[in-house]
C-alpha cells in the first residue's frame, strides 16, 4: 500500500475519482433537476483534473512541456469558471 501511494498511480485514482463525480452530478442532474447544473461544474472540475494530470506527467518523468501545457490550460479553465460566477 506504501508503493501504491509513494507512486503517480494514486493520482489515477484521484482522477478517475473526479471523473465518476462529474458522472454522477450530470445524471442526478438530468433525472431530478436539483443541484449543481453539470455546466456550472465543468470549467471547475476541468481546472482541477488539469493540475492533476500535471502532476501524474511530472511525477511520471515526461517532459517539462507535456505538463506545462496542462498548468496553462487549468489556467484557463479556472478563469472560465471565475468568469462564470463573477456577478
Avoid: K
Wanted: glycine content about 6%; hydrophobic content about 60%.
Amino acid at each position: 500500500m506504501t508503493d501504491f501511494l509513494a507512486s503517480a498511480h494514486i493520482v489515477d485514482l484521484v482522477l478517475a475519482i473526479v471523473g465518476l463525480e462529474i458522472v454522477i452530478i450530470a445524471l442526478y442532474w438530468r433525472l431530478t433537476r436539483r443541484g449543481i447544473a453539470p455546466a456550472q461544474l465543468v470549467p471547475n472540475l476541468l481546472a482541477g483534473a488539469l493540475l492533476l494530470l500535471a502532476l501524474r506527467l511530472a511525477l511520471g518523468g515526461q517532459p517539462w512541456p507535456w505538463y506545462t501545457a496542462c498548468l496553462a490550460a487549468a489556467g484557463i479553465a479556472n478563469a472560465a469558471d471565475l468568469r462564470q460566477r463573477w456577478r
